[in-house]
């Protein structure tokens, strides 16, 4: 291939990848639009004409439009639509990104106001001088007539009006750029500010070509009207060809850059791993296939290798697109399997895992390190899976003592894929992402940034709330069963316990005693005394024995009702435990209270008295001085609500003694779960603490 044939080649292949790129990407952008809105089918039909426009460029260059396009004139005006509609449409596109049109009392909207209407004043006068001008089809530059057109000393008005015209739309974008008005998307500040660089750098490339289409212009008129046409004037038009072609394929590709990295004409909140995997293959696709179409043409090969090259360079691509499509499914696989590998729950529950070893610790590590690549994230269980799934989960240090929740209270709605976070008041966390279940929201995953600086994208950010949220349920089923495991062992444990000293009392004082009476009476002696005092102390055993049984707490509540019963037992067992105590309920609970199911009613009940045992038993804390004060509240709001609140030491200073150490609680916030409740405790120390019991309405009628 020699230096002649080697810049054809180079001309028609940066010809057609600029034809190729465009038309992808904007019929990318018009297919994967969220909204279709009129922005959208500007950037994405301006795309569109800008490859149609090299279509005729390319077929220039091969010299097939003159048998295109027979009609005299017709390339001159169909040549300069897009000359002059691309720049203009960019400028309007820019403004459009930049939320010109969001508000009219914008700073942007008053300052640009003035110049896109000069910029559209300047587009009309050009074309309007253009249709003065004509060339015939098949003559050279010789053949420009400008004599119908105005003049400014001594040259065509137009071939100062046009740079004139594509520099302010290409400088006026950069200005435009420079001042980005808030959207109301989310994270929609943030696709701006991160694709704000490529859209200048784009613009001033742009720049970059409207100095050399005036330049060549100008050129061209200068040339114009001579009578030969030499080559080194074909030569020259040649250059100017290759500088402008040049700057459009790398302004295309960093406006590419913007569109596949952010999304920013697509309205989608965050970008898709695929839009650019499948970026990269068209930038392969369209410089192989360039390479090769131009090999043909500029060589003057036969039509048949043109198409036997395209039938072996598809088939290559095809093949390489194939596998990479197997190479991503096979690291989706190997990311997935610490989600669906057994999570070892049924050993952890026989060997009685304590409570701090987590089973989701290695799945969460995974989805932080492996799939999303975060800097650090933290796992919030909220509402009612607070109480189950335990203390948050950190990555990849441990969470700090207190963790603010995000204020969530706008996010009524799944729909919500994520919201930006302070990343002062949230240690470092600059993404939140609600997690939801059929009960409401169950937590909150907060992300930092990338460790590569990038974006999360739309997969991650999706994959990320399904994983978590199926981590919050596994935890929170782990740790009901746990519990549950537990009081059952209990229970074993005390019935075992109970039964041997059933058998000890019988054996060792019941028997031998009622073996002795019964001696005493066959001997028909006058020991009735002794036999009487024999008697009754044996009745005093078993009558301890019986009280020494569990109470059949659920005949009482049976029998007497929910309230009647809690009153019975502060009135009771526990009248000497408070100080004071204060009862209110609301005449809505009271005639929700007899709907209530027998199961539901011996469960809030069993966790009210252990609430209730609880405050009266170190709500005056180690030392045992001070008034207490009880107070319980029944109410019925969005469910049926006990409040049992006393004013003691708090939970804290009792947690670090032997006593209160909050496993019943824990263990009655399960049996809660299991009815469909739920049991909350807040606690500031040295004030107050306060146990409040849930239960949905409509799982008790």
Known sequence: MNGGTFFTWLLIALSSFNTIIPLWLGVTVLLNAERRAWGIWLAGGSLVISGAFFIFHTALLEGSLFRLLPVIGLRWYIGWIPVIGLPFAWYVAMLWFAGFWESSSS???????????????????????????????????????????????????????????????????????????????????????????????????????????????????????????????????????????????????????????????????????????????????????????????????????????????IAFLYALLNWRSYVERDRYLENLRPFIGSQQLYDRLIAGTTEGESSISLPFRALCSDVLGARLAYLLPVGTMATLAGAPLSYPEPPPESLPVPLLTDIDSPRTLCIPLDPQAHYGAVWGIPLWSERGLIGVLMLGEKLDGGLYTQEEMEIARASSERLIDIQAGAEMARRLMTLQRQRLAESQALDTQTRRVLHDDVLPQLHAVMLSLSAGNDGADETISLMTDLHRKISNLLRELPTPAAQAVERLGLLTALRQIIDGELRNGFDDVRWTVSPDAEAITPTLSPLAADTIYYAAREAIRNAARYGRGDEGHGALRLLVEIRARSGFEIAIEDDGVGMDRTRGSAKGTGQGLALHSTMMAVVGGSLSVESAPGRYTRVLLRLPIERGT
Not at 184 to 209: C, E, K, Y
Not at 263 to 270: M, S
């Open 107 to 313: 700073q942007l909207r008053k300052t640009h106001r003035r110049w896109l209407a000069l910029t559209a004043a300047f587009g009309l006068a050009v074309l309007a001088l253009l249709l003065g001008a004509s060339s015939t089809v098949r003559a050279g530059l010789s053949d420009l007539d400008f004599s119908r057109t105005p003049l400014l000393l001594g040259q065509p008005l137009v071939i100062i009006i046009y740079p004139a015209f594509i520099i302010c739309c290409f400088f006026f974008s950069l200005r435009a750029l420079g001042r980005l008005e808030p959207t109301g998307r989310v994270m929609g500040d943030l696709a701006r500010q991160r694709a704000r660089p490529w859209l200048v750098w784009t613009s001033a490339v742009l720049i970059g070509v409207s100095l050399l289409v005036g330049w060549a212009l100008l050129w061209v008129v200068m040339r114009a009207g001579e009578p030969m046409i030499f080559l080194s004037d074909i030569l020259t038009l040649d250059w100017f060809d290759l500088a402008i072609s040049t700057l459009i394929s790398l302004s295309v590709m960093m406006l590419g850059e913007a569109i596949v990295s952010y999304e920013i004409f697509t309205g989608k909140t965050l970008p898709r791993q695929g839009f650019r995997r499948h970026w990269k293959t068209a930038i392969a696709l369209a410089i192989a296939y360039s390479a090769a179409f131009s090999l043909v043409l500029s060589m003057r090969l036969a039509p048949i290798y043109g198409l036997l090259i395209s039938t072996v360079l």
